[in-house]
């Protein structure tokens, strides 16, 4: 049974998952979401004046983000630190971020890393992504892919999208004491993208054009592209211009193609508005073309990500 047949498990699988736009993930900073237990400032206060850890996590959090009371950063890591010194997990890993970034705090990858492992090893999910990752980079800690694959597997486990879609890159790049693997590399991708990951929807579509780890098929690929194009990946956006170039795969719609530049260019890609320009001067597309081709970007660009008119 062919892939691309509406009734075949694998298409209905990707299409459906393709197909869902997921919240993305609001991730300011590598900080946690707000703990459960929910305080004004002035009960906040008073709470931490009694040694509440989640207190103090609260107004840490209120210092960093300027929410009712002025913005400081180093009042912020201060807080934080006094709630991760008496093991409030969401404070730790934020810690681990305020040194990550040098927020309030000299940066200091090692210092990062000690506070993600604390908050990681009582299983907050952000933590072990950002562990898992500071041993992929070498951040604070010496390059480990064994251990990197740990906890970003662990964080997975926990629905964690950025894990999800750093174990496609490890095992799509491969490594020390790691080989490429073909369908993890696809299993991973597959996951990050049914949580709306822009950049694991690209990877994925890469996956299906080249046939790695699942069998080719282009019609999946450019649905994967696009998905990832209506997120605004701008590697998507030129991919799909390249697949409608004369001479592609795809089959030639260079109306089409202009219409992917634009979006590109749009979203700030120079090179997009350089080979735009470029095929207008020399002739390969006609004025009717191109104008065609900016109408249809702008129509994608309103549906997808506002009104073209205020770029």
Not at 57 to 69: I, M, N, P, Q, W
Not at 231 to 249: F, H, I, N, T, W
Request: glycine share 10%.
């Amino acid at each position: 049974m062919s892939l691309v047949q509406s009734n075949h498990p694998l298409w209905g699988q990707v299409r459906r998952r393709c197909g869902r736009i997921g919240p993305l993930l609001m991730l300011v900073m590598a900080i946690s979401p707000l703990a459960a237990e929910q305080f004004t400032v002035e009960s906040a206060r008073a709470a931490a004046e009694k040694g509440s850890p989640k207190a103090l996590y609260f107004l840490g959090k209120r210092y960093a983000k300027g929410e009712d009371v002025p913005q400081d950063y180093t009042k912020a890591a201060e807080l934080l630190h006094a709630s991760a010194e008496k093991g409030f997990a969401l404070a730790q890993n934020d810690l681990g971020a305020f040194y990550a970034k040098g927020l309030g705090v000299k940066q200091d990858y090692a210092e990062a890393a000690k506070w993600y492992r604390k908050a990681a090893e009582m299983g907050d999910a952000l933590a072990q992504y950002s562990l898992g990752r500071a041993y992929w980079l070498r951040r604070g800690v010496p390059t480990n892919l064994h251990e990197s694959v740990k906890w970003l597997k662990k964080a997975a486990k926990q629905d964690q999208p950025d894990a999800m879609q750093t174990l496609g890159q490890i095992y799509l790049n491969r490594g020390p004491g790691i080989k490429a693997d073909g369908r993890q590399t696809f299993h991973w991708f597959l996951k990050a993208a049914d949580q709306g990951r822009p950049g694991a929807l690209y990877s994925l579509g890469g996956l299906f054009e080249e046939g790695k780890g699942t069998s080719r098929n282009l019609d999946l690929a450019l649905n994967c592209y696009r998905k990832a194009a209506e997120k605004g990946d701008v590697q998507a956006l030129m991919r799909l211009s390249d697949l409608y170039m004369p001479g592609s795969e795809a089959g030639t719609d260079l109306v089409e193609a202009l219409k992917w530049l634009r979006l590109a260019a749009m979203h700030g890609e120079g090179s997009a508005n350089q080979l735009m320009t470029k095929l207008s001067l020399d002739g390969s597309v006609t004025p009717r073309q191109y104008d065609e081709a900016c109408r249809r970007a702008d129509d994608f660009h309103r549906a997808f990500g506002g009104d073209a008119s205020k770029q």
